[in-house]
């Protein structure tokens, strides 16, 4: 099988409906390294899923002063290693993501991530792989 050309973020820009992802994770300095080598896989709120979020959620978390809570959220939808629909489906499984915190998929029914929905699975990248979700995971308070 021929090894995809384009790396997490280039995959996500040329979709165009991840463009808060996008803004987010350049704002966080997370680009980089989801360019890097990796594997990764990550769970990609689309567009429609950050409008979900409360009114200036967004806004106020793109702000310098909040980067580090930017970072703690966005980390909570990258797992290190590459982890495809085949190997979730009938399981469940907490895996840890790349800031260490634990997050619950369920792949009894379908496919969820903390309860969000995997709308489209194995968009398949050349450092992993990109599950696009329905909804933005926040840290458990």
Known sequence: MAVPFHDIIDTIVADGSFT???AAATKA???ETLKSEG?????????DAFAGLPPGTVNELIRPENKAKLIAILLLHVIPGKV??????????????????????????????????????DIACSNGVIHAIDAVLLPKV
């Open 20 to 22: 808060t992802l996008v």
């Open 29 to 31: 300095g997370l680009v």
């Open 39 to 47: 594997p990764f896989t990550v769970f990609a709120p689309s567009d």
């Open 84 to 121: 495809m629909t085949v190997d979730v489906i009938g399981q469940v499984m907490d895996p840890a993501t790349a800031g260490g915190i634990t997050i619950h998929v369920d792949g009894t029914d379908g496919i969820t991530v903390d309860g969000a929905k995997v709308v489209t699975g």
